[in-house]
T-cell receptor
C-alpha cells in the first residue's frame, strides 16, 4: 500500500534562510509524488510533481524536491525563505498506478517564517 | 484562482441531519474528486466521479454519497451527520486520469 510520512509537524525558519521539509514514502511500485501547499482559508496548490522523468524536480516559487529511491525520501527545499512561504505543506503520493485524482496525503508540516 | 468553486463556504448542521455540498469543476474538466480534511490532518480521499460514474472510493461509509451531472459539476451528500463529520470538504477537478488536480477553497462543515 502507498503511504507518506512527513517527519516534522512544524518547522520554523528565519526569512532568507534555507527551508527543508522532510518526507518519506512507501510504495509497491514507482510512485507519483507531489508537494502541495495550503495557505489559510485557501485551497490546495500544487508546488511540484515527480513522475520518474528526473530525480530533481523544480516547482513554483523557488521550491524543489529530490527523489531518492535508496532512502525512500522526497524532501522539499528552498534556498531562501520568504515571509509569504508561511503555510501548511503536504507530501502526497498517488494511491494507484496511473489513476490520477486519488491521492494519499501526509499529515502536513506547518512552516513558520520569522522576520 | 483555480476555477473550481464550492458552495457554501461555511455550514452548520446538527447531528442526524443531512447535508449537500456542491462543486463546479474547472472548464473542460470531466473528473471530480472529493476529500475530507479534519482539523490538523491531511485531506482524505472520499470518492471520485468520472463522466457521471463513481470511479473509486476511499474508506468512507455509504452515508457519504455523490453525484456528477452532465456539465461535470458534482454534489457530495452526507446523511445522518455525526460530530466527527465536522471538517473542511475539498473538491478537486481534473481531466480524465491526469494527476494534476485543481482544488477549490472548500466547504467548512460544523456538526453540533
Amino acid at each position: 500500500a502507498q503511504s507518506v510520512t512527513q517527519l516534522d509537524s512544524h518547522v520554523s525558519v528565519s526569512e532568507g534562510t534555507p527551508v527543508l521539509l522532510r518526507c518519506n514514502y512507501s510504495s509497491s511500485y514507482s510512485p507519483s509524488l507531489f508537494w502541495y501547499v495550503q495557505h489559510p482559508n485557501k485551497g490546495l496548490q500544487l508546488l511540484l510533481k515527480y513522475t520518474s522523468a528526473a530525480t530533481l524536480v523544480k516547482g513554483i516559487n523557488g521550491f524543489e524536491a529530490e527523489f531518492k529511491k535508496s532512502e525512500t525520501s522526497f524532501h522539499l527545499t528552498k534556498p531562501s525563505a520568504h515571509m509569504s512561504d508561511a503555510a501548511e505543506y503536504f507530501c502526497v503520493v498517488s494511491a494507484f498506478y496511473n489513476q490520477g485524482g486519488k491521492l494519499i496525503f501526509g499529515q502536513g508540516t506547518e512552516l513558520s517564517v520569522k522576520p | 484562482e483555480t476555477g473550481v468553486t464550492q458552495s457554501p463556504t461555511h455550514l452548520i448542521k446538527t447531528r442526524g441531519q443531512q447535508v449537500t455540498l456542491r462543486c463546479s469543476s474547472q472548464s473542460g474538466h470531466n473528473t471530480v474528486s472529493w476529500y475530507q480534511q479534519a482539523l490538523g490532518q491531511g485531506p482524505q480521499f472520499i470518492f471520485q466521479y468520472y463522466r457521471e460514474e463513481e470511479n473509486g472510493r476511499g474508506n468512507f461509509p455509504p452515508r457519504f454519497s455523490g453525484l456528477q451531472f452532465p456539465n461535470y459539476s458534482s454534489e457530495l451528500n452526507v446523511n445522518a451527520l455525526e460530530l466527527d463529520d465536522s471538517a473542511l470538504y475539498l473538491c478537486a477537478s481534473s481531466l480524465g486520469t491526469e494527476e494534476k488536480l485543481f482544488f477549490g477553497s472548500g466547504t467548512q462543515l460544523s456538526v453540533l
